[in-house]
């Protein structure tokens, strides 16, 4: 599957951005689909991931009550809605795409987007 991400932008602190994720070439309908982050230096971080069927999401602590994953079949896309956004939210964003297992590892997806950038400045 080939995933593109976009959204991204600079934005202030408080505000908000809603990242989408398209994938072509196999329907997002099988996939479990996960978003993550990365800072120069740092590893790669796990954000939110959204279950097959769409009936779980997870996130990790840092994001959780800002940010929510969605997907929408139809448009074969997958969002990051995020708000009460702050400084250090700054990174280029990933979506990301696994077949087998629904996991925050990045090692368990097997397809990547190119990253979107966000800056969010205070």
């Known amino acids: 599957v080939q995933l593109q991400a976009s959204g991204g932008g600079l934005v202030q602190a408080g505000g908000s951005l809603r990242l989408s994720c398209e994938a072509s070439?196999?329907?997002?309908?099988?996939?479990?689909m996960g978003w993550f982050r990365q800072t120069p230096g740092k590893e790669r971080e796990f954000l939110a991931a959204?279950?097959?069927?769409?009936?779980?999401?997870q996130y990790t602590d840092s994001v959780k009550g800002r940010f929510t994953i969605s997907r929408d079949y139809a448009k074969n896309t997958v969002y990051l809605q995020m708000n009460s956004l702050k400084p250090e939210d700054t990174a280029v964003y990933y979506c990301?795409?696994?077949?087998?297992?629904?996991?925050?590892?990045?090692?368990?997806?097997?397809?990547w987007g190119q990253g979107t950038l966000v800056t969010v400045s205070s």
């Open positions: 990301a795409a696994a077949t087998s297992l629904w996991s925050r590892r990045s090692g368990a997806y097997d397809s």
């Open positions: 070439g196999r329907a997002v309908a099988n996939q479990h």
């Open positions: 959204i279950i097959r069927d769409g009936t779980s999401t």
